[in-house]
Nanobody
Framework: QVQLVESGGGLVQAGGSLKLSCAAS????????MAWFRQSPGTEREFVAS????????FYRETVRGRFTISKDDSNNTGYLQMNGLKPEDTAVYYC?????????????????WGQGTQVTVSS
């Protein structure tokens, strides 16, 4: 079992930055692949970014590439999503997710463990 707790969401103006954290327990982050998804009201949950177990590969949806950075820190067993140049269309609830099966994927069904979500609101 893996437990995930997100934090770091909030209200920010367009062009600003936020850093989301995902504290993991039950497994070390070096043993799990992780990803971030987001969901706005009335829309399906969409992929944002993923990172492999060893942290050497990352993948981003096109609209956030170059603005967002996904990472993991083994020393505090936490995953991160650094978000720069935020836009109003980035407004959503952001979810951290993980897999112990080593998946490196972009579909929600590929991941087994989910956090409770953290709200990110970007004002124009």
């Amino acid at each position: 079992q893996v437990q995930l707790v997100e934090s770091g969401g909030g209200l920010v103006q367009a062009g600003g930055s936020l850093k989301l954290s995902c504290a993991a327990s039950g497994r070390t982050v070096s043993s799990i692949s992780m990803a971030w998804f987001r969901q706005s009201p009335g829309t399906e949950r969409e992929f944002v970014a993923s990172i492999t177990r060893n942290g050497r590969k990352t993948f981003y949806r096109e609209t956030v590439r170059g603005r967002f950075t996904i990472s993991k820190d083994d020393s505090n067993n936490t995953g991160y999503l650094q978000m720069n140049g935020l836009k109003p269309e980035d407004t959503a609830v952001y979810y951290c997710t993980a897999s112990t099966r080593g998946v490196f994927a972009s579909h929600p069904a590929d991941y087994d463990y989910w956090g409770q979500g953290t709200q990110v609101t970007v004002s124009s």
